[in-house]
């Protein structure tokens, strides 16, 4: 089988080697990937938002099946148009991807739905949700509508912190025309936990549960990033929350197919975990990143297999997805000043050393070829897994593995896998 898998972060390395270990799976593409697969995969140099060039890549190379890992193209309709070609696809329509396309459209789905979720309000008019603001007293959320590369989100905490927020996506359009519509939610509290499902139509597979570090620094201090790290499993996470996780799924997929939408694909569900259970922060449309890196590794079934069988537009009920009870911890290691400006261009060392372990790997993301060098050439450049008997020894794993990656202004948190509550 063929298989071509767009996007050129972590996360698509993640699915590369993942993949790569399928006996069904005998060439992979990736496109634009980035330097380090060289070893499984071959780039091809089309971005990942160049739908027609991509699918007429597809066809020319009678690819099985197509991976589309960032959102950026599955909003933009990829499917729709892969589909319409009849080249399986794994990823859901456009009218899906909504789910996350537009932060307005999946809320309402959460509201109408009576599915646990931050109580709030949708304003496409800055008067009307500035009047909103001066009725709530309490720490609101405001989030601009679309996609603002998970920067639309400002939590405020009093009023006048609302009102500049407010201004500054409404008015100033900070997130250009993803700010044209709002949600104004409360402050939720608690703590996060990323869940994965593969979904096709109304039947899915969970994936194991797993937590990210969004800020740039220890103690989950300074601005939000991507993703500085990823955990799985997420040990105070208790399987009855599990339960409730599940119907906030069937209840989404059924919603979606009452307006004729069937969902295929990752359904990432961003949740809050609150003393009255779990609610829902947001959806995602795809696989998470950096999530992919901690969950992947545990997964000890064939990935080909569930992906197979969505792009074919199949059931799951005869895929059996398995799991090592190992723990995994995936840190990032970025260039000094990210999710500011840094500087790119430097030689990265020691990322055959890091694999060495069976149990550790290196997935990169911003890097390029430079004549025969790997360097940095993005924020975040690569990160380690590794996989460990349990959480104490898979986080000293990485942290070891890590000290073997040498660039200039590397970065990374020296506390993924601690629990903050
Ligand atoms: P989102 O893109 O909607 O998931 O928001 C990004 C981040 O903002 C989340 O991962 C949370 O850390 C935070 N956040 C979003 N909504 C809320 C909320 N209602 N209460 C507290 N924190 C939130
Ligand atoms: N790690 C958060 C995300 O993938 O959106």
């Not at 071959?42 to 099946?65: M, S």
């Amino acid at each position: 089988m063929k298989v071509l898998i767009i996007g050129s972060g972590g996360r698509e390395s993640t699915l590369a080697w993942k993949i790569s270990q399928s006996d069904k799976v005998k060439k992979i593409f990736m496109a634009p990937g980035n330097a380090g697969n060289d070893h499984i995969a071959e780039r091809v140099n089309i971005g990942a938002t160049n739908i027609e060039k991509l699918k007429e890549f597809a066809k020319e190379q009678k690819i099985d099946i197509t991976i589309v890992g960032p959102e950026a193209p599955l909003v933009l309709g990829i499917t729709d148009v892969f589909e319409k070609e009849g080249l399986p696809v794994f990823g859901p329509s456009q009218k899906a991807a909504q789910l996350e396309g537009s932060k307005a459209f999946s809320k309402k789905i959460l509201l109408d739905n009576g599915i646990p979720t931050a109580d709030g309000a949708i304003f496409d008019n800055y008067e009307n949700a500035l009047a909103h603001i001066h009725t709530i007293r309490r720490p609101v959320v405001i989030k601009a509508d679309g996609l603002a590369a998970g920067k639309g989100v400002i939590l405020a905490d009093t009023e006048r912190e609302a009102i500049e927020a407010l201004k500054r996506i409404m008015e100033q359009k900070e997130f250009g025309d993803a700010g044209n519509t709002v949600i104004i939610e409360e402050q939720l509290k608690g703590y996060e936990v990323s869940i994965l499902a593969i979904c096709s139509g109304t039947d899915f597979k969970l994936l194991v549960p797993s937590q990210d570090h969004k800020p740039i620094f220890d103690g989950n201090k300074g601005p939000n990033t991507g993703g500085m790290g990823a955990y799985s499993p997420v040990s105070m996470f208790p399987d009855e929350d599990m339960e409730d996780v599940i119907k906030i799924i069937k209840k989404t997929l059924t919603s979606l197919k009452t307006q004729g939408i069937t969902y295929k694909g990752i359904l990432y569900v961003g949740l809050m975990i609150t003393e009255t259970g779990p609610k829902v922060l947001e959806f995602n449309v795809r696989f998470g990143d950096p999530e992919t890196q901690a969950v992947l590794p545990r997964m000890t079934s064939d990935l080909i297999d569930p992906i197979e069988a969505v792009a074919k537009g199949e059931g799951l009920k005869d895929v059996h997805i398995e799991w090592t009870d190992k723990a995994c911890v995936a840190v990032v290691a970025a260039s000094a000043g990210y999710p500011g400006s840094y500087k790119k261009g430097y030689t990265i060392n020691g990322i055959d050393e890091a694999r060495k372990d069976d149990d550790c790997f290196c997935f990169t993301a911003g890097c390029e070829k430079l004549d025969n060098d790997i360097v940095t050439s993005g924020g975040r450049v690569l990160a380690v897994s590794s996989l460990g008997a349990n959480f104490d020894i898979a986080r000293e794993k990485a942290y070891n593995a890590l000290t073997k990656i040498k660039f200039t202004d590397i970065y990374y948190r020296k506390d993924i896998g601690i629990v903050y509550k």
